[in-house]
């Protein structure tokens, strides 16, 4: 080998030996994407503590804290993590068996999973999402699941969390008996982005429920012969019977509960009432019942309304000359008038005293006035359910003094 030709392989390994020494010192692959839409801070090992906002890269032993704003991180397997004020959570070296979970350290996360549950963990308790769960961490690990489920470990006990349920476990690792209804909150966003519809829903039944309760009397509408005449479907649905309608529930929420479970479809009619009611007297509102069995919030609320409609006192008031008004039989529809006649009159008025013919003036013929009722309907329905709630609430009442 000549001169030149043992100096160029010298060259050559010495080029690769840096090239290897290098790539060992380069950076770590990115175990996702995070997007600041405020302020956050990222602490890395080896690296003085940064604030950041826009996009940067995540990578193993990384720990984020949002500062303010919020902000996101995108991670394999099209796993997202989505994070706002407080919201801290660290992503530590992968072990040599798997790669290692993200650690919620502290506040509140989004959680929603890709192809597969999403497997994190925190203080003493391992959490896998399958769909979307808010988690929230503080004195106590609260996970509350919107869509899908999530299934919660901690010292060899598990609890699964279905959707619109939530489960608390506390400092002392006590895990709860059974998940409880979703506590949805109208100031908090991520609940108004998936329940929205099911909180305003809620306010909509509760109103109409409360309104019929308040036009019966104490002891009507506890019976199953009485919603029979409120719902045919009801009339002829054969596991329809006496046992299924308590005498200690209030007659308006008989009512929801009962269209409910009509326009449901999950399941047997039997098991559709019994997690209607089961699920409501757990706590659950009417909007989130109504959710969880798959009903749709217009054929719900006609049901409702055609079942007032039906309802003796409805008929009761409607009689000549009471000037109450009735309930609408459809949601948006025109509302029924309340028609009083005004008698004609004819009075003599003498045009003197002793003296001359008399002048006799009549009044203009009986004139009809129409006077509007039902449900207040502005296209608002915050005003609209207040309003409606109000009026039912009084007219209730007014009845029961024998106005």
């Known amino acids: 080998m000549t001169v030149v030709r043992r100096r160029a392989v010298l060259l050559a390994m010495f080029l690769l030996s840096v090239g290897l020494v290098a790539c060992s010192h380069s950076s770590p692959s990115s175990l996702g994407r995070l997007t600041v839409d405020g302020q956050a801070d990222v602490i890395r090992p080896g690296v003085e503590q940064q604030e950041v906002t826009g996009a940067h890269d995540v990578r193993a032993g990384d720990r984020i804290r949002v500062r303010q704003g919020t902000a996101q991180i995108r991670l394999a397997g099209g ?91 506390p400092a002392t690792g006590a895990f709860p008996a059974r998940p409880a209804p979703l506590e949805a909150s109208p100031s908090d966003s991520w609940d108004q982005r998936f329940l929205s519809d099911a909180i305003e829903l809620g306010n909509q039944l509760a109103a109409r429920s409360q309104g019929f309760t308040a036009q019966l009397g104490p002891t009507e509408g506890r019976t ?104 609408p039989t459809t949601p948006g529809s025109a509302s029924p008038a309340t028609t009083v006649p005004v008698s004609s009159t004819t009075t003599t008025v003498p045009k003197g005293r002793g003296t001359g013919p008399t002048t006799t003036t009549t009044a203009p013929p009986t004139t009809t006035t129409t006077i509007p009722s039902g449900p207040l309907n502005t296209g608002s329905p915050l005003v609209d359910n207040t309003v409606n709630s109000l009026v039912d609430t009084l007219t209730g009442l007014l009845r029961s003094l024998g106005q």
């Open 224 to 327: 199953a012969t009485f919603f029979r005449g409120l719902f045919p479907r009801l009339a002829a649905e054969p596991a329809f019977d006496a046992s299924l309608v308590s005498s200690s529930r209030l007659p308006g929420e008989t009512l929801v509960g009962a269209s409910i479970t009509l326009e449901g479809t999950r399941g047997t009619f039997a098991e559709r009432w019994a997690a209607v009611f089961g699920f409501h007297d757990d706590g659950a509102s009417w909007g989130l019942v109504a959710l969880d069995q798959g009903v749709s919030r217009v054929p719900l609320l006609q049901t409702v309304e055609a079942a007032i409609a039906q309802s003796p006192a409805t008929f009761a008031q409607n009689q000549p000359g009471t000037g109450t008004p009735s309930l």
């Open 79 to 169: 796993h997202t993590l989505e994070l706002r004020l407080g919201s801290d959570v660290e992503f530590p070296a992968p072990g040599t068996s798997a790669p290692a979970k993200p650690v919620l350290m502290a506040g509140d996360f989004l959680v929603t999973s890709g192809d597969v549950p999403f497997a994190l963990t925190t203080t003493g308790a391992d959490l896998a999402v399958t769909g979307v769960a808010r988690v929230s961490r503080g004195v106590a690990l609260l996970v509350a699941t919107y869509q899908g489920s999530a299934v919660l470990r901690a010292g060899g006990s598990s609890i699964t969390i279905p959707a619109l349920r939530q489960a608390a476990l």
